[in-house]
C-alpha cells in the first residue's frame, strides 16, 4: 500500500474517531472552568458585543444552570475601576463568536476543526518541499490522529487554536530554511514562498503568546532558527513582528477587559450557588479578595526536587500526561528529529524541551493532572514544535507501530467513558476514562480536583474517579460499581490502615488492590461482632514520597489503592470510614479528671444535673466532628448489673487540644422506675471505644436513689 492511500485510510479513520466522540461531548451535563468561560465569551459577543459581565451574562449562567445541572461555571476578573468581565485570552472568543451565532455551542468544535485542517494543510506542504507528498501526508495524518490532540477538537477551548497557530506559523515562518527540492506546486505551497509569509507566520506565532505565556519558546524557534542559519536580519524582523502582534493583542484585551493580561488580573471562580457579581447578587465580587486565582509570575521554580523528579518520570509515562500514552506519534518524531538536526531542528527541539522543564519545574501540580483534562492540554502547541524540526521522516514501520500504540489508547479510552458515561458528574474531566492506562500511576498531587478531597484522620484522601460517593466524613461503596479508587498521602511508616465499614449485607466482602497485590476482608452484618467491621489494611509499600501542599514541611507516603465492595447476590452498599493507624488512635485515651459531681438522687422521670470537668492528657485533639469524634455517653445501671438506660451522645462543643481543659454541664434523663441505680459518665471515641476499656474506670462512676415521683396532687 502507498503512503498516500495509506493516509487516506487513517484519515477516514480519523473521522470516524470524531463521529464517535461527537455524541459523548453534545451530551456533556457539565461546562465549567475554561471551556465554560471561554463558551460563555463568545456568547457575550454575540448577545452583548462585548465581553464585560453584566446582569443579562447572568440571566444566561442561570438559565444555564437550571436546564443543566453544574452550568455556568466562569472565571471573572476585576479591574482597577471595579469593572467586572471575563478572565480568558480573548482571541479564542472572538473567532469563535460567529460559529456559535451560527451553530450554537457546537460552534467552537467547528472552528477547532477548521483551525486544525488549515494548519495541517500548510504542514503537509511544508513537509512536502522536500519529502514525497504520500509520505508526508502519511506522517501529517499520524501527527494529529495518533495523538491526543484529535479529541481536544471537540473541546470547546483555545488549546487546538493555539496548536493550529503554532504549526501554522512555524511552516510560514521557517519555510525558507527547507528549500524546495523542486517547483512548487499547488496555492499553499507557493504561499509558502511568498516574502510576506514569514512575518505571517512570526504574527501568527505572537498571538500564541497573547493566548498562554509559555508560548513565547515557541514564538522564539523561528527567530534562534535563523540566527543559527546567520540570517540575522530575517531574525530580527521575525522577533519584531512576533512582538507586535502580541502588543496589537494585549492592547485589545485591555481596551475590551480593562486589563492586558487577564492572568495577572485579580480573577476568581464563580458559579449559580457562589452566586455572581452583577445584578442582585453584587455582593459576590468579595470573592475576588477572599478567594483569589491570580497567577504571580516568578524566574523561581515552585515544584521541589521530589515532584520534580516524579513530574519528570510521569512526562514519558503517565496515567493522564505521559507521552507514550497520549502523544505517541512525539516519540517518533522526537527520534527522527534527533538525527542529525539542522538549525530549524535544533531550535524546535530547544524549544520542546524549553516548555516541558518548565510545566515540570514551575507548574509540576497542575501539569501533571491537576485541573486539566484528558491528557495534557498544555503540551499542543510544543507538540507543534516536532512536526516540523526532524528534516528526515520517519518511516513508514515506525509510524504503524505508533498507530497501534493510538489505538490501543483511543478503544480502552472510549469503553471507559462509555462505561462510566452513567456514573460520572464530571464526564470531562474524570480520571476513570484513561482506560486501559487507568493502570498507570496516578500523577495529580494538585489541589481540590473536582471537590474529591478528603482530610480524614491526619491523612489526606483523594478519591479520583466518579466510583464512591463522597460524603463529609465517609464514602459509599456500591457492589454494582466498579473498584473505587483513592490515593492516600499519610506521614506514618509501615503502619497498617484502619476502615471502619458497615453494611447491611448479611454476606460481603471488602477487597483492596494495589500495584503488588490483594487482600478480602468479610464485612457482612452476619460476618463480624457488633454494628461495624474494622478492616486493617497491609497495602505495599508506597510508590511516591513527597511533601504536600497542606503541610510543606513534612514529606508523605503515598498509596494507591482500590477499594470494591462484593456481594454473593444482589447488591449492596456499605459505609467507608477511614481511620488511618490504630497505634495513633490508641493514644487517645487519656485524660486528668479535675472535677465530676451530680447528685445522690433524683426524681424518676426527671432529670439529673452533672457537672464534668477533665483535661486531655492525650498527645492527640479530641475532634468534636469528623471520622473519631469523642462523645459523653451516659449509662443508668440497675442493682442487678444489667443497663436500664443510656442517653444520646453528647457532642463536644468543640476540638479539645493536648493539655487543653474541657468543661461539660449536662442532664441525665431519670429512670422511669423508683430505686437503687448506679450512673456511668464515660468518653466514647466513635468508631474505637470507650475510654473506660482502655483505662480501667469511667469518668463518673456513683450510686443514685431513684425517687417516686411527686403525686401530681
Not at 483569589?292 to 521541589?304: D, F
Request: proline content about 7%.
Amino acid at each position: 500500500m502507498s503512503h498516500g492511500r495509506a493516509a487516506a485510510l487513517l484519515a477516514i479513520l480519523c473521522l470516524v474517531l470524531l463521529g464517535t466522540l461527537l455524541p459523548l461531548r453534545a451530551g456533556l451535563q457539565r461546562v465549567w472552568g475554561d471551556e465554560g468561560t471561554f463558551l460563555a465569551m463568545a456568547e457575550s459577543l454575540v448577545h452583548d458585543r462585548d465581553l464585560a459581565f453584566d446582569e443579562r451574562d447572568r440571566r444566561r449562567l442561570l438559565a444555564a444552570a437550571e436546564t443543566e445541572p453544574g452550568a455556568g461555571a466562569v472565571i471573572l476578573e476585576r479591574d482597577d475601576d471595579g469593572t467586572i468581565a471575563f478572565s480568558k485570552p480573548i482571541l479564542y472568543p472572538l473567532a469563535a463568536a460567529p460559529f456559535v451565532a451560527l451553530f450554537g455551542d457546537q460552534g467552537p468544535a467547528l472552528l477547532n476543526a477548521l483551525l486544525l485542517a488549515l494548519a495541517l494543510a500548510l504542514a503537509h506542504a511544508f513537509l512536502s518541499r522536500w519529502n514525497d507528498p504520500g509520505r508526508s501526508a502519511l506522517v501529517v495524518v499520524t501527527f494529529a490522529g495518533a495523538s491526543v490532540l484529535l479529541p481536544y477538537v471537540l473541546w470547546r477551548m483555545s488549546d487546538v487554536m493555539q496548536a493550529a497557530f503554532t504549526l501554522a506559523g512555524l511552516a510560514l515562518s521557517c519555510a525558507a530554511l527547507r528549500p524546495a527540492a523542486a517547483r512548487p506546486q499547488g496555492r499553499l505551497s507557493r504561499l509558502l514562498d511568498r516574502r510576506w509569509a514569514p512575518c505571517l507566520g512570526a504574527v501568527l506565532l505572537g498571538l500564541t503568546v497573547a493566548m498562554r505565556v509559555t508560548n513565547a519558546a515557541l514564538a522564539a524557534v523561528p527567530v534562534l532558527a535563523h540566527l543559527f542559519a546567520r540570517r540575522r536580519r530575517r531574525a530580527v524582523a521575525l522577533a519584531a513582528s512576533a512582538a507586535l502582534a502580541y502588543l496589537a493583542a494585549a492592547g485589545l484585551t485591555w481596551q475590551l477587559t480593562g486589563h492586558p493580561d487577564p492572568y495577572r488580573a485579580p480573577r476568581t471562580s464563580f458559579t449559580a450557588a457562589t452566586g455572581y457579581p452583577a445584578g442582585p447578587e453584587a455582593a459576590a465580587a468579595e470573592r475576588f479578595d477572599r478567594r483569589p486565582a491570580t497567577h504571580h509570575r516568578s524566574l523561581a521554580a515552585v515544584g521541589k526536587l521530589d515532584r520534580v523528579a516524579y513530574s519528570a518520570a510521569y512526562f514519558w509515562l503517565g496515567r493522564h500526561t505521559g507521552l507514550a500514552v497520549y502523544f505517541p506519534a512525539a516519540l517518533a518524531l522526537l527520534a527522527a528529529a534527533l538525527r542529525r538536526p539542522d538549525a530549524l531542528g535544533r531550535a524546535a527541539l530547544l524549544a520542546f524541551a524549553a516548555c516541558v522543564a518548565f510545566f515540570v519545574g514551575w507548574l509540576p501540580e497542575n501539569y501533571f493532572g491537576g485541573h486539566t483534562f484528558i491528557g495534557n492540554r498544555y503540551l499542543l502547541t510544543a507538540y507543534a514544535a516536532l512536526l516540523v524540526a526532524p528534516r528526515r521522516l520517519p518511516g513508514r514501520r515506525l509510524l504503524f507501530a505508533v498507530w497501534g500504540l493510538a489505538f490501543v489508547a483511543y478503544a480502552s479510552a472510549l469503553w471507559s467513558t462509555v462505561r462510566c458515561r452513567g456514573l460520572d458528574v464530571y464526564p470531562s474531566q474524570s480520571h476513570a476514562h484513561a482506560g486501559l492506562f487507568r493502570l498507570l500511576p496516578y500523577e495529580s498531587t494538585a489541589q481540590d480536583l473536582m471537590s474529591r478531597d478528603r482530610y480524614w484522620s491526619g491523612a489526606f484522601l483523594r478519591f479520583v474517579d466518579p466510583f464512591a460517593e463522597l460524603r463529609p466524613w465517609h464514602a459509599v461503596l456500591d457492589s454494582g460499581r466498579p473498584a473505587a479508587e483513592v490515593m492516600i498521602a499519610r506521614w506514618q511508616p509501615a503502619a497498617p490502615l484502619r476502615l471502619v465499614v458497615e453494611t447491611d449485607a448479611p454476606e460481603a466482602w471488602l477487597t483492596m488492590r494495589d500495584y503488588a497485590g490483594r487482600e478480602s476482608h468479610p464485612v457482612g452484618a452476619g460476618q463480624r461482632r457488633g454494628g461495624f467491621a474494622v478492616v486493617d489494611l497491609a497495602p505495599s509499600r508506597p510508590w511516591r514520597y513527597h511533601r504536600f501542599w497542606f503541610f510543606p514541611e513534612q514529606r508523605y507516603r503515598v498509596h494507591l489503592l482500590r477499594l470494591a465492595l462484593h456481594v454473593p447476590h444482589g447488591r449492596a452498599r456499605a459505609r467507608l470510614y477511614y481511620l488511618d493507624d490504630p497505634a495513633l488512635l490508641e493514644q487517645s485515651f487519656a485524660y486528668e479528671r479535675r472535677d465530676a459531681t451530680a447528685a445522690d438522687e433524683c426524681p424518676a422521670g426527671g432529670r439529673l444535673p452533672l457537672s464534668l470537668r477533665l483535661r486531655n492528657a492525650s498527645p492527640r485533639t479530641w475532634l468534636h466532628e469528623g471520622v473519631t469524634p469523642v462523645y459523653l455517653k451516659l449509662r443508668w445501671h440497675a442493682a442487678d448489673g444489667d443497663v436500664a438506660g443510656e442517653s444520646a451522645p453528647f457532642r463536644l462543643p468543640a476540638a479539645v487540644a493536648p493539655g487543653q481543659e474541657l468543661g461539660l454541664e449536662v442532664e441525665a434523663d431519670c429512670p422511669a422506675a423508683p430505686g437503687p441505680y448506679r450512673l456511668e459518665a464515660d468518653l466514647l471515641l466513635a468508631r474505637v471505644g470507650w475510654f473506660a476499656e482502655r483505662l480501667g474506670e469511667p469518668i463518673l462512676h456513683r450510686p443514685v436513689e431513684v425517687l417516686p415521683a411527686p403525686d401530681d396532687d
